[in-house]
């Protein structure tokens, strides 16, 4: 008795590995199973290929997807906004005067990006400042930032 691996049999195993993929948060076996998807179609075009042939493929196949999801793609879906931080992350930032403070109220900076999970933010400063400075977070106080003009 023989057995013989056919294109399907590749197709289907990609494919369950494909849906196993929703139990299983790391997408590695994601790549592993498109791997057997492109054995499966590369098989279909060239029915000649050895089983130990298409297992290298296979292999090797897995490798690359996987290298190139954890080397290329993965760092793209990285949030790189600080929202969720700690104080030490607001501290050091830089950001844009909008309005001044004075007596009545408190100035409003905006962030080139958003920190701690918003890009304008109320502040104190001891400095003279104007629309359009430039300043530096030094310190928190409440919710309000402690600025010096930078």
Known sequence: MSFQIVYWHW?????????????????????????????????????????????????????????????????????????GLSREAIIGEVGQVLSVPNEERRGTLRFPAPVLGSDEWKFIAQDSLAVGDRVRVIDLSGNSLIVTKS
């Open 11 to 83: 197709v289907i195993l990609g494919i369950g590995l494909m849906l196993l993929e929703i139990a299983l948060p790391s997408f590695t076996v994601l790549w592993i199973g498109a791997a057997a998807v492109i054995v499966g179609v590369l098989l279909f075009f060239l029915p000649g290929l050895s089983v130990t042939l298409q297992v290298i493929l296979w292999t090797v196949l897995s490798a690359a997807l996987a290298w190139l999801w954890f080397k290329y793609l993965k760092p793209l879906s990285i949030d790189k906004t600080k929202a």
